[in-house]
């Protein structure tokens, strides 16, 4: 409810599927130099953060890597709060791993995060970028302890502990 206005669950499947359905029509790869502030303070950021970023892409869909992740973070949270159902959750993770597939996993992991924060300090720039830092140090401390490439049962175990 604080974030999206989200109070009932036809609301909650709506949303999730337009960010969804709205993936072919944001994809719009632009130069990485169309983003030059943001890449700048991402990269700054990044810096005085700890977080390592793979900035050698070209192109950036910012958009796509935006909506894809709040619709990952709705269906996370929809679960969560028992407003979908295990058969809805599996399809909708099916369609975001599809989705993944098709707009990022050429180019990897690394650029769907940069992408993302790019996208995350345009959506934040006139107000507050602390958003942006925020998920740096996120990113650096899954680097640091190498959460990246644990599996599923080794990151369920260390929640179990």
């Known amino acids: 409810m604080l974030s999206y206005d989200i109070g009932e669950r036809s609301e909650l499947l709506n949303s999730i599927t337009t960010l969804l359905d709205s993936l072919p029509y944001v ?25 390592t970023l793979h900035t050698a892409h070209p192109h950036a869909i910012p ?26 959750w599996d399809a909708f993770k099916q ?5 993944y597939q098709l707009y990022f996993a050429a180019d990897g992991f690394d650029k769907f995060i940069y992408d993302y924060l790019i996208a995350v300090h345009d959506f934040h720039a006139k107000d507050d970028l602390h958003m942006v830092r925020e998920r740096l140090f996120g990113l650096a401390e899954l680097q640091k302890n190498d959460f990246f490439t644990f599996t599923w049962q080794e990151i369920n175990a260390i929640g179990q502990a």
Do not use: H, Y
Request: proline share 4%; net charge negative.
């Open 63 to 88: 958009d796509v890597a935006f909506n894809l992740q709040r619709a990952a973070m709705l269906v996370r949270w929809g679960l969560t709060c028992n407003m979908l159902e295990q058969s809805e």
């Open 27 to 51: 994809n719009s790869p632009a130069p990485k130099s169309a983003f030059d502030k943001a890449v700048a303070t991402v990269d700054q950021f990044a810096t005085a953060c700890g977080a």
């Open 95 to 99: 369609q975001i791993w599809d989705a």
